[in-house]
């Protein structure tokens, strides 16, 4: 369970998020929308603590764990990864050798290289990207649509039980999107993994069909309700909330 309590977050010295609270329990998918600039992006950066991010109150509870004094490092070895609209590339790094590194630490053992091969290319297989994928740097020249499938060879062998969709699906052509979509889902039934997805397209929670929507605006959350909610923004907008 994710608990987001009462936080008030600033950037830069500008107050974007006032007493928020979110809470999103054990295998449940929770979509985030509202207008550009309200601070969606926000809260996902400052669940993972990036210090551009200020949280001045409230704290943030994963698991019955404050993550209050945790580092992204810790935060992730937690089980809770993100993947965004335009994820970064690391020039010199492969895919292989950086999950290899990952894959100890979070375990804390030693991976056996064979077995670890064998998963890599039967993720690979299974989300239908080319092996050489394993040896390129990670997202180094890859295309926009590229970067989000080797994003999610990253989570089918790490593995996390809380994954952030900041807007992934921007940029991917109609096939791709279904494809993205269809292994997150198919990752989230097999695993039971917690969501919270921040996207402006209902297409994408048409496949990973939300349990509960939530309407950002004014630093909060202004309205929370179900999947009707979706055909209720799309008809109106965000004008009438407040
Ligand atoms: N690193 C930063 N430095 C300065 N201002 C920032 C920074 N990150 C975000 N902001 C500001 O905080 C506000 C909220 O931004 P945020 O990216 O969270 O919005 P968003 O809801 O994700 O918008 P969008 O739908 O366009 O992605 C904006 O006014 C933005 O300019
Ligand atoms: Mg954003």
Known sequence: MLKIKDITVTVDNKEILK?????????????????????????????LKD????IS???????DTSLKDKSTTDIARLGIMMITQSPIA????????????????KSG???????FQKELKSICSKLNVPESFLHRSIN???SGGERKKNE???VWMLKPSFLILDEIDSGLDVDALKEVSNSLKEYQKLTNCSMLIITH????????????IHILKNKKIIKSGGYELISEIENEGFKNYS
């Open 19 to 47: 007493d928020f609270n979110l809470d999103i329990p054990d295998g449940e998918i929770h979509a985030l929308m509202g207008p550009n600039g309200v601070g969606k992006s926000t809260i996902c950066r400052s669940i």
């Open 51 to 54: 210090p551009n991010y200020k």
């Open 57 to 63: 109150k409230g704290e943030i509870i994963y698991n």
């Open 90 to 105: 690391i020039e010199g790094v492969t895919n292989a050798e950086m999950l290899r590194i990952a894959l100890s630490e």
């Open 109 to 115: 053992e030693h991976i056996n290289i064979f077995d």
């Open 140 to 142: 180094d020249g890859m």
């Open 152 to 154: 999610l060879i990253h």
């Open 201 to 212: 397209n209902p297409k994408l929670l048409n496949t990973l069909k939300p349990d509960k």
